[in-house]
């Protein structure tokens, strides 16, 4: 009897606050502009090398009712698409955790657990994520493998940090405190000390496309460039403009700031390649 009262006596554990981080495979001055695109207020740090973390400042998964998973792989999708980079989503909440990566027009992959780290993810995504990142098919994908197993010791958390710790071989180096499982309110205050680290904000349609094409005429990405007049730039203006409009539709219908984010920056980049391919004619 005093056993049962002293067992119900106990103080619940605190509910876990949801978070998130997004990881983006390119240097900072790559990433910021088009993840202005997406308009929402984050901050931008280096995490490695040709590695950046952006840290959400605000918490649209509170707000608008979609769960923090379904968020970010609207944001991941949205950033991925027209680039040559690979964006890594994390997310986590009171019930699961897990990942998502997009890269470019590809199917998002991505790997679920429950709080208490057991896998409900499917052990082929994994390998699809070790061949999309090109992380070494032996050593990394044995460790990858690892985190798809029952391990009574291991909850959410530790199971994103094995997760890390596989990609710190890739390059990932995350500021000491930007810790998946932290709070997002956390997250973000560690953020905003780091060195380098930037602001990103929405300062509208004019001001955002003029900071990316200037960004884009200073990297890698000249024959995908509007201006570029190549039949790659075209096909991908193209391609963004036709999977920009259902995205946009499947958001409107779901309520989704994530998705919306998505089919709002494939139109836009779409149009945008389209309309100049059409003002300045080839010869």
Not at 54 to 60: A, D
Not at 71 to 99: E, I, K
Not at 129 to 142: E, I, K, M, N, W
Not at 223 to 230: C, R
């Amino acid at each position: 009897m005093s056993t049962e009262r002293s067992q119900g006596s106990r103080p619940p554990r605190p509910t876990p606050a949801p978070g998130a981080l997004l990881l983006c495979r390119a240097d900072p001055d790559s990433v910021a502009p088009v993840a202005q695109l997406l308009r929402e207020r984050m901050l931008l740090t280096p995490a490695g090398r040709e590695w950046t973390a952006l840290v959400p400042e605000g918490k649209p998964w509170l707000l608008g009712g979609e769960p923090v998973d379904r968020v970010l792989t609207g944001w991941a999708t949205a950033l991925a698409v027209g680039v040559p980079w690979p964006v890594l989503a994390l997310w986590w909440d009171a019930d699961r955790g897990g990942f998502t990566l997009a890269a470019g027009f590809r199917r998002t992959v991505g790997y679920v657990w429950l709080a208490n780290g057991t896998p409900v993810g499917e052990d082929e995504a994994m390998r699809t994520f070790a061949a999309r990142l090109g992380l070494d098919p032996v050593l990394d994908t044995q460790s990858l493998d690892d985190l798809t197993k029952p391990d009574p010791a291991a909850d959410v958390r530790a199971r994103l940090l094995g997760l890390l710790a596989v990609l710190t071989r890739a390059g990932v180096a995350l500021p000491a405190g930007l810790t998946p499982g932290e709070p997002a309110d956390r997250l973000r205050e560690v953020a905003r000390v780091q060195p380098g680290v930037q602001r990103i904000e929405w300062t509208g349609w004019r001001g955002a496309v003029r900071t990316e094409l200037d960004a884009l005429e200073r990297g890698r990405l000249g024959p995908w460039l509007p201006w570029a007049g190549t039949p790659r730039a075209r096909a991908l203006a193209t391609a963004q403009l036709l999977a920009g409009l259902p995205l946009t539709g499947w958001g409107l219908h779901r309520r989704s700031p994530g998705w919306l984010a998505a089919g709002g920056l494939l139109i836009a980049h779409g149009t945008l390649g389209l309309l100049y391919d059409l003002a300045h004619p080839r010869d």
